[in-house]
Structures are given as C-alpha cells and as structure tokens.
C-alpha cells in the first residue's frame, strides 16, 4: 500500500518516500544528479548520439494511435479495451457538458480523482470520465469541490437573471 511522504504527508507509491510534487522531490533529484552526474551525462550523450529520439519520433508519427494507448496506460492504468469502453459509453462526448471530443493530443482530458491519486499519474480505479478541455479545467480551477461549482452555478444563474431583467 501507498506510505505518506516524508515531507508533506500526502499518499505516495515512491520508494523513496516522497510525492511525485516538484517540492517534495526536486532535493532528492537534485542530490542524485549531483551523486550520479558523469554517469547521467554520459547515458544521455550515447542515447542522443545513438539516434535514439530521431527513431522515437519516427515512431510515433508512424504510429499515433500506438503511442496513444500507451500513453493512457502508463498516466491512467488504462487499457486499450478499456479506454474504448470509455469512449463508446459517453458516445465520444464530454461527461459534462456532452460537447464532441476529438481523438486528438488534446481532443479530450481523461478525468481522476485526486484525493486517490494527486500527482499527474492515476492507478486506473480512480478514472471518472472523459472530459473537453474547458470543463477539465474548470473542474481542476475549482479543486474538484462540489460546494465549489454549485456556489459558481448559482453565481452565474444570480447574475444572468439581473442582465435579463
């Protein structure tokens, strides 16, 4: 199971202790990289001297849809099966607002719960839907609290019967 970090007791899956937020483990990076630096340097000039990016991107301009899925299970635990149940089950429409999304880099947002798993990374049991940018936004701006977004609904139904009146 998940320990807390070291440093601000938020749930982590590290073995190092710490969460995946830039403060917490930027100091433990930071002292790698100064241990380890001839050999990380030297790692990163063979990769780069090998032609390795060039390939990568070659790769997936070829294949788009490949790396997609792979993308999807390494951020959010989800398959390909399952990513396209996802997907049929909405009928590709955002949760929300039920506008059209698009299979593109930035066509969709896949939306998880954050007290599950707060980093930019997901377990998979946490995934809740799929959602259009603008509404994955507004949900991250208000911190993913109900209370929040109803307070906003109600402010916008306030202020557009004023205008209309």
Known sequence: MSQPC????RPTRSVLGVCTRESCKAPYARAHYATNRDRIQERYRERYASGHRLRQQERRRANPDEYRYRQLKCKYGLSRKQFDAMWR???GLCY???RALELRKHGF???HNHNCCPGAKSCGKCVRGLLC???NSALGYAQDSPDVLRALANYVETHALEVAA
């Open 6 to 9: 070291s440093d601000c007791g």
């Open 89 to 91: 089950q909405q009928g």
């Open 96 to 98: 929300a607002c039920k």
């Open 109 to 111: 947002a896949i939306d």
């Open 133 to 135: 940018g603008p509404c």
